[in-house]
């Protein structure tokens, strides 16, 4: 079946830097795009981006710009967010979401989520 | 980019009801607007695609409609695993942008 396995909880200091994975499995990991969502503790669902798997080119919503980075190790169908210079207003669970198999049909799969907590 | 406005953003409802959630774009996405459903604690859940399509094994209860700037979803008689928020996305133009959501919550 198919299943995207995120890494764990962060706890960091502001400045510092995190990295988090996405891990896919049950289905070929280049022939679908992977997306990133942030979600601030008790807000909505904030579009950051997306990764094209079989390129490995990142795009990156404006507010995404700079610090964050989405890159791949495609041999363990694997996608990375790294966050630097974390900030406050990073703290948030953010989720990764496989492209859809159907056209339109956006996030049809989505990891449970990394709660990054930034705190000095 | 283009705002997507909910409303209401809480509505109170009782199981059996039948109620409608609406999606305003700021400028026309012609059909390419999705709904997620969002439990406390989870993921968000592909529910529609497209305006109107039920993403597979979505219980026929729910529907979406509209075109252009206007969409709702549409849920027939409310269950009570459907107490949830919902948020709309558009995905015609970049960059791709979600509603504030929709809280429905048990009356």
């Known amino acids: 079946q198919i299943q995207l396995v995120q890494s764990g909880p962060e706890l960091k200091k502001p400045g510092e830097s995190v990295k988090i994975s996405c891990k896919a499995s049950?289905?070929?990991?280049?022939?679908?795009?992977m997306y990133w969502v942030k979600q601030a503790p008790g807000q909505g669902l904030q579009y950051m981006g997306w990764i094209n798997t079989e390129t490995g080119k990142p795009t990156y919503a404006d507010d995404f710009k700079g610090r964050f980075v989405f890159f791949l190790e495609t041999s363990a169908s694997t996608a990375y967010l790294q966050i630097n210079n974390l900030k406050n207003e990073d703290m948030a669970t953010y989720f990764c979401a496989r492209e859809g198999e159907k056209f339109g049909a956006f996030f049809d799969y989505w990891g449970q989520g990394v709660m990054v907590t930034v705190s000095s | 980019d283009i705002q997507m406005t909910q409303s209401p953003s809480v509505l109170s409802a009782s199981v059996g009801d039948r109620v409608t959630l609406n999606c305003k774009a700021s400028?026309?996405?012609?059909?390419?607007l999705n709904w997620y459903q969002q439990k406390l604690g989870e993921a968000p859940k592909l529910l529609i695609y497209?305006?109107?399509n039920l993403q597979t094994g979505i219980p026929s209860r729910f529907s979406g409609s509209g075109s252009g700037t206007d969409f709702t979803l549409t849920i027939s008689s409310l269950q009570p695993e459907d107490f949830a928020t919902y948020f709309c996305f558009q995905h015609n133009s970049w960059p791709f942008t979600f509603g504030s959501g929709t809280k429905l919550e048990i009356k």
């Open positions: 497209n305006t109107n």
């Open positions: 049950g289905y070929t990991f280049t022939n679908y795009g």
């Open positions: 400028q026309n996405i012609n059909k390419y």
